[in-house]
Antibody, heavy 115, light 113 residues
Framework: EVQLLESGGGLVQPGGSLRLSCVVS????????MSWVRQAPGRGLEWVSY????????YYADSVKGRFTVSRDNSKNTLYLQMDSLRAEDTAIYYC????????WGQGTLVTVSS | DVVMTQSPLSLPVTLGQPASISCKSS???????????LNWFQQRPGQSPRRLIY???NRDSGVPDRFSGSGSGTDFTLKISRVEAEDVGVYYC??????????FGQGTNIEIK
């Protein structure tokens, strides 16, 4: 059974940083590209970032480019999202997903950017 | 970027009646490999999204057969043949044919009349 467990969210002040983690099980992690998708309170779904299976290629939404960094540790089956210079509009639930399937979705981790 | 436009954004439905959601893309979603990467997701209140349909018309495991997806090119439809109470929620289409970025529709809120 495929499982994705996101963690690392919390309350942070504007301009602050957070590092999200996502531990994956149920498939050969290193073989698959991964993405982060977020959902602001009461809003729709927004793709945030992508990383290839090897970690060599990354892409970002324009809204986070230059502030967020996606990485992975294939030895630990773990995906990361380093979020710097956080803004109020980054407040959202963040989900990690297999970028080939976009399924299943975990519970996500809530990031709140507020003073 | 491919823009995904859903309609309607709100859909009140009577139990047992059909429902239909339209999703239009700003460009053809036919990939160079011949596939069309158009997914549909359901998000029930208070829950994470769940994929219902992949590659236009393929139902995921456990998805009731009252759900069906169709379409081609730039026009796609999700149909529910007879709406049940558990179908209440927001439905999103998403394209994975031309990335980055992967793009979602705005969402359609299905509620019971």
């Amino acid at each position: 059974e495929v499982q994705l467990l996101e963690s690392g969210g919390g309350l942070v002040q504007p301009g602050g940083s957070l590092r999200l983690s996502c531990v994956v099980s149920g498939f050969t992690f290193s073989r698959y590209d991964m993405s982060w998708v977020r959902q602001a309170p009461g809003r729709g779904l927004e793709w945030v970032s992508y990383i290839s299976g090897s970690g060599d290629n990354t892409y970002y939404a324009d809204s986070v480019k230059g502030r967020f960094t996606v990485s992975r540790d294939n030895s630990k089956n773990t995906l990361y999202l380093q979020m710097d210079s956080l803004r109020a509009e980054d407040t959202a639930i963040y989900y990690c997903l297999n970028a080939d399937w976009f399924d299943p979705w975990g519970q996500g981790t809530l990031v709140t950017v507020s003073s | 970027d491919v823009v995904m436009t859903q309609s309607p954004l709100s859909l009140p439905v009577t139990l047992g009646q059909p429902a239909s959601i339209s999703c239009k893309s700003s460009q053809s979603l036919v990939h160079s490999d011949g596939n069309t990467y158009l997914n549909w997701f359901q998000q029930r209140p208070g829950q994470s999204p769940r994929r219902l349909i992949y590659k236009v018309s393929n139902r995921d495991s456990g998805v009731p057969d009252r759900f069906s997806g169709s379409g081609s090119g730039t026009d796609f439809t999700l149909k529910i043949s007879r709406v049940e109470a558990e179908d209440v929620g927001v439905y999103y289409c998403m394209q994975g044919s031309d990335w980055p970025p992967w793009t979602f529709g705005q969402g359609t809120n299905i509620e019971i009349k």
